[in-house]
């Protein structure tokens, strides 16, 4: 079946221009819900593909910390978010596919 209408809406969070110490970034204020779904896949991609291995490793490493920093210091909700982080990197460790 097929439908040339169908209109898919993907929201990345509510992205914004912060600066801090003279240099911009953006912030994006994903949901718990979407936190705790990209730290699951991160760290199952990281057991099946191999830790430590690759530049794409260390590029995504170093980009999941600079989003934990950045939600620690600009975001809000950060209780329920960093909730939703933990529970997405023991559900990955534990290989659960679910919430």
Same mark, same amino acid.
């Given at each position: 079946?097929?439908?040339?209408?169908?209109?898919?809406?993907?929201?990345?969070?509510?992205?914004?221009?912060?600066?801090?110490?003279?240099?911009?970034?953006?912030?994006?204020?994903?949901?718990?819900?979407?936190?705790?779904?990209?730290?699951?896949?991160?760290? #199952?991609?990281?057991?099946?593909?191999?830790?430590?291995?690759?530049?794409?490793?260390?590029?995504?490493?170093?980009?999941?910390?600079?989003?934990? #920093?950045?939600?620690?210091?600009?975001?809000?909700?950060?209780?329920?978010?960093? #909730?939703?982080?933990?529970?997405? #990197?023991?559900?990955?460790?534990?290989?659960?596919?679910?919430?």
């Amino acid at each position: 079946l097929k439908v040339n209408s169908a209109v898919l809406l993907h929201k990345f969070g509510e992205a914004r221009v912060r600066k801090f110490l003279g240099k911009s970034f953006f912030l994006q204020e994903y949901s718990p819900f979407r936190r705790y779904y990209m730290m699951r896949n991160r760290i #199952i991609l990281y057991k099946r593909y191999g830790m430590f291995k690759g530049a794409w490793f260390w590029l995504d490493a170093k980009n999941a910390i600079k989003d934990l #920093i950045k939600l620690t210091f600009f975001e809000s909700k950060k209780r329920a978010k960093f #909730i939703a982080v933990i529970k997405g #990197i023991v559900d990955g460790l534990c290989w659960r596919e679910s919430k």
